[in-house]
């Protein structure tokens, strides 16, 4: 049971961290950032990360996502990978990363499964081996290992452990894990965005070594990448038949804000300009959206804002509603109940959007 610091109302819908109800959040958008800012300090001084994206009028700038954090000498960027050294921008050397990989017996529980060619044979046999789902295949699951949000219900935070301890990879061992039987990579995280030049080199080389083969190069992101690098994202994935699966965590931005520490703005802007190549390759979807049904917080009304904003780009887009599991610092919240996943699918197809699911199901909570 939960109390709101702002109204002092206590409920279950209202987690410890960020300490702010929803309603609070919508009435008072800059009293509920204030408030929620010391959760987000808090979560990360735990793991010896920066509490906010730094901003020092003499720092080193870096544009690679949407924090553009400017560095103060001696200290980090939002993401723990690059410092601030004597003036010197210190970062993992060119073709080097902190991250891990395994092999996902396809077809795998991904966010797009119920319309990329690992879960349905889309796109066959340009894009697919199989007309239906790729038993027999796998895809090479890429961690990565920092991230430009600070989530508060961050499904992978475990990855924090690793930015700054993890050793260091090279591009040449992950290529060395790509067996004749992987059809697909999959970047995710923590997010691609801070190691995305690791990444596109990757990837790069990988679809050059393959030659003929199919090998779908696929993004998991909050889509808060550099839109150079998104541009160079959207060809990868165009022409190998994977996707961008865009993590629209909210529409609201202080309530983004309260949830992730971090605006959406860059995210929806990027998202906007992903769609307008979504019908030079219809089948399979080049991009995709999902949120994330956080009781309490993201609700029919929020998700409305979000299926209206897609169906305006284009009514295709597929979009996935998944179920919420509690973790991290808002583990104290209930699961997704049945009422608030039916309601917000209803909002998403009353919104105009053709292809709408909802994911993790069997983490609903059949009880309202």
């Excluded at 080199?201 to 090998?215: G, T």
């Excluded at 839109?227 to 165009?238: G, Q, V």
């Excluded at 990027?270 to 390759?281: G, I, S, T």
């Excluded at 699918?345 to 292809?355: I, Q």
């Amino acid at each position: 049971m939960g109390v709101c610091k702002i109204c002092n109302e206590s409920s279950s819908y209202i987690a410890k961290y960020p300490g702010v109800c929803l309603s609070c959040i919508r009435k008072y958008p800059e009293e509920a950032i204030e408030v929620s800012s010391e959760s987000h300090k808090e979560s990360r001084l735990a793991y010896g990360l920066p509490p906010f994206p730094p901003k020092a009028e003499t720092g080193i700038q870096c544009k690679i996502c949407v924090n553009e954090c400017k560095i103060p000498s001696g200290e980090y960027g939002y993401c723990g990978l690059r410092k601030n050294e004597n003036g010197k921008l210190i970062v993992p050397p060119y073709g080097y990363g902190k991250l891990s990989w395994y092999l996902d017996p396809l077809p795998t529980n991904c966010v797009a499964d119920w319309v990329c060619p690992a879960g349905t044979g889309s796109g066959y046999p340009d894009f697919a081996y199989t007309k239906g789902a790729e038993y027999g295949y796998y895809n090479l699951a890429v961690f990565f290992h920092a991230c430009s949000f600070n989530c508060l219900y961050c499904q992978n935070w475990h990855f924090k452990e690793e930015t700054f301890k993890s050793r260091i990879r090279t591009v040449d061992e992950l290529l060395k894990s790509i067996t004749p039987a992987v059809s697909c990579i999959c970047y995710f995280g923590g997010d691609p965005s801070p190691q995305i030049v690791f990444a596109l080199e990757a990837s790069r080389r990988a679809i050059r070594e393959k030659k003929e083969k199919i090998l779908r190069i696929c993004w998991e992101t909050n889509g808060s990448v550099h839109k150079a690098y998104l541009e160079k994202m959207i060809e990868l994935s165009l022409i190998s038949g994977g996707c961008i699966k865009f993590d629209i965590k909210a529409w609201d931005e202080p309530l983004h804000i309260a949830l992730t520490g971090v605006s959406n703005r860059r995210t929806l802007e990027n998202f906007a300009y992903v769609a307008k190549f979504f019908d030079k390759r219809p089948s399979p979807p080049l991009l995709i959206a999902s949120t994330l049904l956080v009781p309490g917080y993201i609700d029919s009304e929020e998700v409305s804002k979000i299926a209206n904003f897609i169906a305006s780009l284009n009514p295709k887009i597929p979009y996935r509603l998944l179920a919420f599991y509690p973790h991290f610092y808002m583990s104290d919240l209930p699961l997704t109940s049945k009422k608030l996943a039916e309601d917000c699918h209803e909002a998403s197809l009353k919104a105009g959007l053709k292809n709408v699911s909802i994911g993790n199901i069997h983490l609903i909570r059949c009880k309202n």
